[in-house]
């Protein structure tokens, strides 16, 4: 078997999209999944379903990787390991920066290339303009493979560190799910009066959050410059609001416990003499002491 210019292991809804996307936009594709039947429909869109794990290695230059995490990627390459060599990997799994530059040794020591990426859609939109992928890694792989990357959104490289896909991946993830959170929080409240409901509620918080959202970029010119900051707010105001917020929370039978720990922080910030909120300073507050990450 061989001849195909990519390889897709993992046919989960994610992985499906994408080798349906490089086969509609005229890549030939091996596919490879545990349960063979999920290849049936791509099999009938026209791509090459592999025996194994070492055969879909095997049939391309070029293999992405979609499965639930960087632990199953290892324990299913690693015993056909040798089929990698002179070829390239492209773990699109979720995991951490320093899983990824794990990976990245290790796909290295089997003679590989190695790209890490970061799918930034959902099944139903890859292939389309809303779709976009992160990668990092050897730019001169990426540069190889872009008109295959190319076929799932717009392909972004972020940079010769393996682990910044994973970074921007799940710190993009987490200021969905604190969106997401928060609109639960907000339906919740709101939809304990008998007369709101939550399709009517968000009528009104869609273009509230629309509009906060576009203060976004001036509140990161702050974290990044060391001037005058353009937003601050008393943080005596903000202690009111929370109090306020987590008050109305309790009232509605909704749990308040965010709202109160953001009260205490207030607080605590108010006792050490602080006066105003700014954006660099509540990064700060959320930095650990003594941990840097990867800042210089």
Known sequence: MGGTDVTVIGLGDMGRALASAL?????????????????????????????????????????????????????????????????????????????????????????????????????????????????????????AHRPVFEAFGTAKYLGSDTGLASLYDLALLSGMDYLFAGFFHAVAVATSHKDVTAAGFTEFLVPWLTNMAHQLPALAADVDSD???AYTQGLDVLLAAARNMAQAARDAGVRAEYFDRAAADLERQLAEGGEAFTASGAVRALRVPGVSGDRA
């Open 23 to 143: 086969v509609a936009a005229g890549h030939r594709t091996t596919v490879w999944n545990r349960s063979a039947d999920k290849a049936d429909e791509l099999v009938a869109q026209g791509a090459v379903r592999a025996a194994s794990v070492e055969e879909a290695l095997s049939a391309s230059p070029l293999t992405l990787v979609c499965l639930i995490d960087y632990e199953v990627t290892r324990t299913l390459l690693g015993p056909v390991a040798e089929a990698l060599r002179g070829r390239t990997l492209v773990q699109l799994s979720n995991g951490t920066p320093e899983q990824a530059r794990s990976l990245e040794a290790w796909a290295t020591g089997q003679g590989a290339g190695y790209l890490d990426g970061g799918i930034m859609a959902v099944p139903g939109t890859i292939a389309t303009p809303e779709a976009f992928v992160l990668y990092s890694g050897a730019e001169k792989h990426f540069t």
């Open 227 to 229: 001037g005058e900051p």
